[in-house]
């Protein structure tokens, strides 16, 4: 659980699902794979700091300044965003564990 992950341009879930589950990742740790076109995958890792209706922001910790950026859920729907849970968490909201 708290795993998000889709294969690309296939649609498992609705856009309230993929809502539901980024809330459960809010102020844990991510790994994230974002799809930049013509077979470039970036790697990121960062936390979920917000989540608004139609975006939820990320606190990347792989740059050398505070950055934070912003993403669809459309963009998870659609397999060009990729969310996975990295272990750690920012606050203890939760108990709950998973394995990477």
């Known amino acids: 659980m708290g795993i998000i992950s889709y294969v ?3 649609i ?3 856009i309230e699902e ?7 990742l809010q102020d844990m740790r ?13 790697v990121l ?4 700091v917000d989540v608004y209706p139609s975006v939820f922001t990320v ?8 950055e934070i950026q912003s993403y669809s859920f459309s963009d ?7 969310v996975k849970a ?3 968490y920012s606050s203890s909201s939760s108990s709950s564990s998973s394995s990477s």
């Open 18 to 24: 993929v809502k539901r589950e980024i809330a459960l």
């Open 45 to 48: 890792t960062g936390r979920v």
């Open 59 to 66: 606190r990347i910790e792989d740059s050398k300044s505070l």
């Open 8 to 10: 690309m341009r296939k």
């Open 76 to 82: 998870v729907l659609t397999g060009d965003v990729r």
């Open 86 to 88: 990295a272990g750690g």
């Open 12 to 14: 498992q879930n609705g």
């Open 30 to 42: 991510v790994k994230m794979y974002i799809n930049k076109g013509r077979k470039r995958i970036v």
